[in-house]
């Protein structure tokens, strides 16, 4: 009997703000930048690329680029993502 499998997106439960928070914050625990910047482009993906884009002040072909897994954005960048998608970034004390 052969096992029917789809792929899995995480795009697919990014719903909310609360959702795409604990997926960020997992990701950063992760301490791999690259993966964090594939999240974010995930969570781009979820809320609408081009309106993303727009709000960071960015074309829709530079933001695919610098969230692709190629891509190595700027700080700013990652902030205006952030923030056209409602989030902020934080700093905290090492455990």
């Known amino acids: 009997m052969t096992v029917q499998t789809q792929p899995f ?11 795409i928070a604990a ?10 930048p690259a993966l964090f910047t594939y999240a974010l482009g995930q969570v781009a993906r979820s809320r609408g690329m081009s309106q993303i884009a727009a709000d960071a002040g960015l074309s829709r072909e530079a933001l695919y680029r610098a969230l692709s897994s190629e ?8 902030t205006g993502v952030m923030r056209a998608l409602g989030l902020r970034l934080s700093v905290e004390p090492a455990r």
């Not at 997106?9 to 959702?19: G, M, Q």
């Open 9 to 19: 997106d995480s795009s697919d439960y990014l719903d909310s703000p609360e959702a």
């Open 23 to 32: 997926y960020l914050e997992a990701v950063l625990e992760e301490d791999d």
């Open 71 to 78: 891509g190595d954005p700027r700080l700013s960048t990652l």
